[in-house]
């Protein structure tokens, strides 16, 4: 959708919804336009989502709650007065009637979800640690049998080893498995990743 015209899938999504949350879905599009004439509509995950250089945020109807879904809404606390926090965290969830925040507190929400998109701010990535995963005793019997490739996977990077013991370790049939544990033990010996074709 270009920026500014309302997107008829969001009219669609708001008629389907019960009549009780189609006020709130209504209050929370028009404060989005309100704040910022340059909005684009689209539906994400099935549900109307505003971008506005990048997602700014989505709305959603569920049974017994309607939610008003900001992208960044760790990022915008430090910008927000107590109230408008306070406000911010009620938008996250508003039972089925039960009100929202007022239109003036909606379009200061929204503003600030468009100035950090205007500013370019990333919202921070949560680097999700991996377990780490045991060595199999036949992997590590072939490995002792070629001193190369013992000294050359100690030294790996962790995602490296990773690599090749998930490879390993997903083989279905017996005769997979030591087909590449064989090919393992070859290429790294030599040095190489898992998917040195590739790098």
């Not at 500014?4 to 008629?15: C, K, M, Q, V």
Request: one cysteine or more; a positive charge.
């Amino acid at each position: 959708m270009r920026p500014g015209l309302f997107d008829p899938r969001i009219d669609a999504y708001i008629a389907k919804a019960q009549p009780a949350a189609q006020p709130i879905l209504n209050e929370i599009r028009a404060a989005v336009h309100a704040a910022c004439p340059d909005v684009e509509e689209t539906l994400k995950w099935r549900t109307p989502t505003f971008d506005y250089k990048g997602i700014m945020l989505g709305m959603a109807s569920f049974r017994k709650y309607t939610t008003m879904s900001f992208w960044k809404p760790k990022l915008m606390r430090d910008r927000l007065s107590a109230a408008d926090r306070k406000a911010l965290d009620r938008a996250g969830e508003v039972k089925i009637g039960d009100a929202l925040p007022g239109r003036a507190v909606l379009v200061r929400l929204v503003k600030v979800a468009a100035q950090l998109n205007d500013e370019g701010v990333a919202q921070p990535r949560v680097a999700r640690k991996k377990p780490a995963l045991k060595t199999p005793a036949y992997f590590t019997a072939a490995l002792k049998k070629n001193a190369a490739a013992r000294a050359r996977f100690a030294a790996f990077p962790p995602s490296h080893r990773r690599e090749y013991l998930e490879w390993v370790t997903e083989a279905k049939q017996e005769e997979t498995r030591q087909r590449r544990v064989a090919q393992a033990v070859e290429w790294i010996a030599q040095g190489k990743g898992r998917n040195w074709k590739y790098e």
